[in-house]
């Protein structure tokens, strides 16, 4: 075999060992919920004890995902991402055999700089590596796992807790991680910057930093129980500090995250724009199960079964989402996809007990749907027009900002919700009624309609370059 056919055989294997590789990371982290009192019973403490290992988690995305790009471009890519994916397997088995809450801490920020590492990069080596012109079915294998892994980890937790021992949980990856790091050594190229770009460290600290305070407060707005004045006044720092930071990387010659990339129109959408619709779409996987469990009065492993819809509705719109976006474009889809997922948000919150078990079938699949198609088309249009030097600094940027928005969509969903409980004086944030979830996926439907703005200042012709639209006419 010539060495262009090699490399072509390898452009072909690259997203689904990333896409792997991904899936154990996103999986991880959304199935440990389901096992929190199951592992506090373990530790001997109450299940707040163990906020302090999702914390260090955290805190280990928001230093070290910044860093990731400049990282990969010093190191080379293969050696990042191979090194990520040993630290976060030797960190799951740490996780595993954790006796107490420190070890469980120490181990989980571990894994949070492996997760830090790997995600980001493992993205940067796909982008790099692919022609345009099969950039969008590339992306779109990549962006699989975390559209599907939110959906089936609490159900997969619960299977795991239910009928084994939550020490599965982190000591299943163990296989999947030694396979992943196999193929990583045969096919992945070790690429990397010609350039050696200093460590922009004042950088570094303001973006870790702002991360950090976004993420923490976030986190506390979605904890029953705690001051929601004191995480609105964390975020706001977080805030504060993100645009200190973005001051910082305008004026500095060799910045850790490039904002320059925002001048890029397309790219710029997916950051600015896309930030709101993940927001919004993202605050269902939090109030779903609630409405479910509270509303429904279900169990936790049948609500759980219901989501399931979502996820086949993830899955099923894979095989078709670059043949739409060939045929409508970037433009036409975003608007059209971003609606039909804000009025079927709007529509989750109507369901009652009495609605008809087709109907929430069909509700929540279609969510789904509309869920993996925007997803994806942001993910690939951010790349279409980004040029090749500057694609470390676009994946460092739109890493970070996935992160954020993952958080923020937990903590609009939940703040909605308990300011829905406040109109009619409840004050604990612990006894919702169905007129609260009402409001809250209005509030969640309405955000996500809102976006649909941003994505009709796109050109007609956005993402051409990479397929999209190819077929659309020529006449607006």
């Known amino acids: 075999m010539n060495h262009s056919a090699l490399s072509a055989s390898r452009a072909r294997w690259l997203p689904y060992i990333v896409a792997a590789t991904f899936f154990m990371e996103y999986l991880d982290t959304t199935v440990i919920a389901t096992a929190l009192p199951q592992m506090a019973h373990s530790f001997g403490v109450g299940p707040n004890s163990l906020s302090l290992g999702m914390t260090a988690y955290m805190l280990a995305l928001a230093i070290f995902i910044p860093a990731s790009g400049w990282v990969a471009d010093r190191c080379g890519s293969r050696t990042v991402f191979a090194s990520a994916i040993v630290a976060f397997t030797a960190a799951s088995v740490l996780c595993g055999l954790s006796q107490?809450?420190?070890?469980?801490?120490?181990?989980?920020l571990l894994q949070g700089i492996g997760g830090a590492m790997m995600v980001p990069v493992g993205r940067l080596i796909v982008v790099r590596s692919t022609d345009k012109s099969r950039l969008m079915q590339a992306i779109s294998t990549i962006t699989w796992p975390a559209i599907v892994a939110p959906v089936v980890g609490p159900p997969v937790g619960g299977f795991i807790t239910t009928y084994a021992n939550w020490r599965w949980i982190f000591l299943l990856n163990v296989p999947f991680g030694l396979a992943a790091l196999v193929a990583v050594a045969m096919l992945v190229p070790n690429l990397r910057d010609s350039g050696r770009r200093p460590l922009d460290v004042v950088g570094l600290l303001l973006s870790a930093a702002s991360l950090t305070a976004v993420l923490y407060g976030a986190e506390l707005a979605s904890q029953v129980g705690r001051d929601p004045w004191q995480a609105a006044g964390i975020f706001a720092a977080g805030i504060a500090l993100g645009v200190v930071a973005f001051w910082h990387a305008k004026r500095h010659s060799h910045p850790l995250i490039d904002v320059s990339t925002l001048k890029i129109p397309?790219?710029?959408?997916?950051?600015?724009?896309?930030?709101?619709?993940?927001?919004?779409i993202g605050a269902v996987p939090y109030l779903m199960p609630l409405l479910f469990q509270i509303g429904f009065g279900m169990s936790a492993f049948r609500s759980g079964l219901l989501l399931l819809a979502s996820a086949l509705g993830n899955l099923g719109m894979k095989a078709l989402t670059t043949r739409i976006l060939r045929r409508f474009g970037f433009r036409r889809v975003s608007i059209v996809d971003v609606a039909v997922a804000g009025v079927f948000i709007a529509l989750c919150?109507?369901?009652?007990?009495?609605?008809?078990?087709?109907?929430?079938?069909?509700v929540v699949f279609i969510y789904g749907v509309a869920r993996s198609m925007q997803f994806?088309?942001?993910?690939?249009?951010?790349?279409?027009?980004?040029?090749?030097?500057?694609?470390?600094?676009?994946?460092?940027?739109?890493?970070?900002?996935?992160?954020?928005?993952?958080?923020?969509?937990?903590?609009?969903?939940?703040?909605?919700?308990?300011?829905?409980?406040?109109?009619?004086?409840?004050?604990?944030?612990?006894?919702?009624?169905?007129?609260?979830?009402?409001?809250?996926?209005?509030?969640?439907?309405?955000?996500?309609?809102?976006?649909?703005?941003?994505?009709?200042?796109?050109?007609?012709d956005a993402g051409e370059s990479v397929g999209g639209g190819s077929r659309r006419q020529t006449t607006s």
């Open 349 to 362: 919150g109507m369901l009652t007990p009495a609605s008809p078990l087709a109907w929430i079938l069909v």
């Open 100 to 108: 107490n809450v420190p070890e469980f801490t120490a181990a989980r």
């Open 376 to 460: 994806t088309t942001l993910a690939t249009l951010a790349y279409a027009d980004v040029p090749q030097p500057q694609m470390s600094a676009a994946s460092t940027l739109w890493s970070a900002t996935q992160q954020m928005t993952i958080g923020l969509g937990i903590a609009f969903g939940a703040v909605a919700l308990r300011a829905a409980a406040s109109l009619h004086g409840e004050t604990t944030g612990q006894v919702f009624t169905l007129g609260d979830f009402r409001l809250a996926f209005a509030c969640a439907g309405v955000l996500t309609l809102v976006s649909v703005l941003g994505y009709m200042g796109l050109a007609h």
């Open 266 to 280: 397309t790219y710029s959408v997916t950051i600015v724009t896309g930030s709101l619709t993940r927001i919004g």
